[in-house]
């Protein structure tokens, strides 16, 4: 064990250079705590700025900006407040267009935070906020580990006037995770002048570095003492009728909630879910399927997502995952609510650890189970980690199942003493499960230099062909997989913003290195101008040579055998910042045995503050031979021709920053169905709201359009904080 431990070490320092000296601000104390409503008119604000200016990243990096940018910061025993003054000459052109909370302001100006109150540069809290005080939170663990579903409970506001525009956060300290004992926080502030495409930043002002980014970004000094301890009780209540349409009606009264989130150290969380639904949880968009592989569907529920970057495991974002929180409570794609949930997180020193036990309800043809999920990471060197994750349970009950798994990640942003970013996972795990024969082992490497000009990265993964875990997510095993990642970029200037040129390429074997499947994508060229509205032509070169024949859709097989083909790819896209933008996005050529034609249209209409409203069409059409299939022992004629169509409508109407109503329709002719989402969402203030939430199912059948399910969910969830 010493040897390894040496070995990372070693390694890690040849990551790492020496600690560049950092930017420092010292944090004052103040008695009167200031209202974060966006005026600078408080006794805490009424003297010099702690940061006059920032400097660009974006267009040109380290040049001055081309407007000012006055920061002041403050705290007291509750809190840590910053107010920010962007001055604008023309404040007229100031792009604010997004007023929902918790939506990605793309298109719009405004100021990004990075607080890293652990000061280990490996992960931190993310906040932005707009000229119309819009506000969004994240988990940052840098690149690789975003997470913008993150909720927690923080105020602000913004204003416009006539020198341009400000804001003021308050962040309260109990709404995240601390050390009492640390001095100096990691820090990073961020404005963006959207009509210009101009970024500019305060401490890392390099091009390879990402504002969410934790390492080597600046400092506060002065927060030693302050406490992040309390308790939140969030009780809440949902009323729902269902109907369904053979005519069955279940009408509940009521189904009583509690969370319950207890801080008894300023760095330890322990929280408790009783009697949990997720009635007002966003809906997944559907998603079209050309493979003979199952689809990702990423987490949006607020119990796993707080605290959830701990979790990570190796860097991998997919096939092979140990943990994959959406497989509690959600069994054989329908919803099971939680009966209970336990979860403990938290930090001692250089360790970190998470544990996580839930006990799902009882549904019909789905038995009550127990989950377990535990997590324990050691900090090494600057910014690596060695890590353990265990797993046990099926949410399905059909096997005895765990996992037990090992990761290791070196991380540098100084990468050979120059401001880049280099990073190296490797992790090992296997699954144990009854009934099992070994062949149970999975493992891989990823070798990443994530940066402005060349952004490159190597990956070798195994899974073997009875590795299971049930919590974790795999879609394919019995393979080796080689990645391979190339890009480099050039900023010309003038019209052209930047040139991208890149190589992307996967190659699966099985495990004696036959080969089964390869792609190559050869993005020839990506032109980009001063707003991002972006042309990119791509070529990609295809091989499949799968096993047995399957289906790709209803009426198309793919025999058994080697499939070579080749297609082009164009795309155009206009910049997010525009009223109207639009996407266009051409496949054409070759597909296993025939064509494929496939057209991707999106239309968006930012008409005001208030109305966001979109439509996306997606169609492939394939022209495959007729094949005979063997299906259930009889044989069968499948045309071969297809046409695969998705439409996607949303609606946004925001009334202010804490009312909204959001409604997404979809349809696919593969079901033949087509569901609403509603949902209309009043933020009373952070932390306690009110939400009406519609869901309505229809299906295609030979006498018109017929309903399939009607779900009616009101909830209130109203936290209380101590």
Known sequence: ????????????????????????????????????????????????????????????????????????????????????????????????????????????????????????????????????????????????????????????????????????????????????????????????????????????????????????????????????????????????????????????????????????????????????DFSDAPVDDRQTNLTRFGLFFPETRDFFLR????????????????????????????????????????????????????????????????????????????????????????????????????????RSSRFRGANALAVADFWLQRSQSSGSSGREAAFGAKLSYPNDRINGSLGFTEIQENFDPRLGFVNRAGIRQYDADLRYRTRPGGLLRRLDHQVTAKLVTDRDDEMRSRVIYFHLVEVANELEDRLRLTYILNEERPLAGFFVHPDAYIPAGDHPFDQMQVTLESAESRSLKGKLEFTWGEFYTGRLQKTLALVELRASRHLFASLEWEQSDGRLPEQLADVDGATVRVPGDFTLRLVRARINVTFTTAVSWVTLVQYDNLSDSMGLNSRLRWEVEPGREISLVVNQGWTAEADGVAP???????????????
């Open 1 to 276: 064990m010493r040897w390894v431990l040496a070995s990372v070490l070693a390694a890690s320092a040849w990551l790492s250079s020496a600690h560049a000296a950092a930017q420092v601000i010292d944090v004052p104390r103040v008695e009167v705590p200031p209202v974060a409503d966006g005026v600078l008119d408080d006794p805490a604000w009424q003297r010099a700025p702690d940061i006059a200016d920032l400097r660009q990243v974006e267009p040109v990096e380290g040049a001055e900006p081309s407007e000012r940018t006055e920061i002041w910061l403050a705290r007291d025993d509750e809190a840590l407040y910053i107010a920010i003054h962007a001055h604008d000459r023309e404040p007229e052109k100031l792009i604010a267009k997004q007023m929902a909370l918790d939506i990605f302001p793309g298109g719009d100006d405004r100021i990004q935070l990075l607080i890293d109150p652990f000061n280990t540069e490996q992960q931190g809290y993310f906040f932005q906020m707009n000229p119309l005080g819009m506000r969004r939170e994240a988990l940052s663990g840098g690149l690789d580990s975003f997470r913008d579903a993150w909720d927690t409970i923080w105020y602000g506001d913004a204003r416009v006037d006539g020198t341009g525009w400000t804001c003021e956060f308050m962040i309260p300290f109990q709404s995240i995770s601390l050390d009492p004992e640390t001095d100096e926080w990691g820090f990073e502030v961020e404005r963006v002048i959207r009509r210009r495409n101009e970024k500019g930043r305060w401490a890392n002002v390099s091009q390879n570095h990402f504002v969410a980014q934790p390492g080597n970004i600046g400092r506060l000094r002065g927060m030693r003492g302050v406490s992040g301890r309390g308790v939140d009780l969030k009780p809440s209540m949902s009323t729902s009728y269902r109907r369904d349409r053979i005519g069955r009606d279940s009408d509940r009264l009521g189904r009583p909630g509690l969370d319950v989130f207890w801080r008894p150290t300023s760095s330890l969380t322990a929280a408790l879910t009783l009697n949990t």
């Open 307 to 410: 605290d959830a970057s701990i979790f990570n495991f190796g860097g991998l974002g997919e096939n092979g995952m140990p943990f994959f929180s959406r497989r509690i409570g959600i069994v054989n794609e329908r919803v099971v609510n939680l009966d209970a949930g336990v979860k403990l997180t938290g930090r001692a020193g250089r360790f970190e650890f998470g544990a996580l036990h839930t006990q799902m309800g009882h549904e019909s043809g789905v038995d009550a189970q127990r989950l377990t999920v535990g997590r324990m990471l050691a900090h090494v060197g600057e910014e690596s980690r060695v890590g353990l994750i265990f797993t046990e349970g099926d949410p399905t009950g059909e096997v005895s199942n765990n996992v037990l798994g090992v990761d290791l990640s070196l």
């Open 708 to 722: 399939t399910r009607t779900d009616l969910t009101a909830k209130l969830a109203w936290t209380f904080r101590y």
